[in-house]
């Protein structure tokens, strides 16, 4: 079983809806980061969160360290927004990033 | 903002040759730099951290001897694929911490 879990694997949406991804964990963590990943495979930090709630734009993030779960909240979803959206955890100190298999996203027009 | 630039963004080279990947830390000296390896469908996974001055350290089943790590200076980590094969056709990326998670571009490796 991984360490950190995503769902859904794949999700297709029409412009304008709203979307939630969500990922789940099963280690203790320090911290937890949002990542997207465009087709070219470039990677761009959203969020970097260890408790409650952070907005950016048309962006949320929210965090229940105690439920170990973590979801990323897209308002108005354009084509634009089409990406994989990964989740992944900081165990802790300067120690590298372990990630969920990641969502793939399809806004349709 | 951190920045790390790796190159090359894509390569194509044939079985058996060497192919380097070099990261650069731009506007900060990285200490420490991690690098991820991705099969298409697949999450990104670590294979090794490189230590500036020091050897690197690998994760099981990653060959030290195939990935060959370099961290010379504190602006400049490279991986070099050595004796490439089909199999190492995957997405490699560097990763470092000094500034939050600040992600090189990616490199495509196919190798045929």
């Known amino acids: 079983k991984n360490e950190v879990e995503q769902s859904p694997q794949n999700l297709t949406a029409q412009e304008g809806e709203f979307i939630t991804i969500n990922c789940s964990y099963s280690?203790?963590?320090?911290?937890l980061h949002w990542l997207q990943q465009h087709p070219g495979g470039g990677i761009v930090s959203l969020f970097m969160?260890?408790?409650g709630k952070k907005k950016h734009g048309r962006l949320i993030a929210t965090i229940n360290i105690q439920e170990k779960h973590s979801s990323l909240h897209i308002t108005a979803s354009h084509p634009r927004d089409s990406a994989v959206y990964i989740c992944?955890?900081?165990?802790?100190?300067?120690?590298?990033?372990?990630f969920g298999k990641g969502t793939r996203l399809s806004v349709i027009a | 903002g951190a920045v790390v630039s790796q190159h090359p963004s894509r390569v194509i080279c044939k079985s058996g040759t060497s192919v380097k990947i070099e990261c650069r830390s731009l506007?900060?000296?990285?200490?420490?730099m991690f690098w991820y390896r991705q099969f298409p469908k697949q999450s990104l996974m670590l294979m090794a951290t490189?230590?500036?001055?020091?050897?690197?350290?690998?994760e099981q089943g990653v060959e030290k001897d195939k990935f060959l790590i370099n961290h010379a200076s504190l602006t400049l980590s490279t991986l070099t694929v050595t004796s490439a094969h089909p199999e190492d056709s995957s997405f490699y990326i560097c990763?470092?911490?000094?500034?939050?998670?600040?992600f090189g571009s990616g490199t495509r490796l196919t190798v045929v």
């Open positions: 506007d900060f000296q990285a200490t420490t």
């Open positions: 280690v203790g963590i320090s911290a």
């Open positions: 990763s470092s911490t000094v500034v939050g998670y600040t």
């Open positions: 992944a955890v900081i165990i802790g100190g300067n120690t590298p990033l372990v």
């Open positions: 969160l260890s408790s």
């Open positions: 490189s230590n500036e001055g020091s050897k690197a350290t690998y």
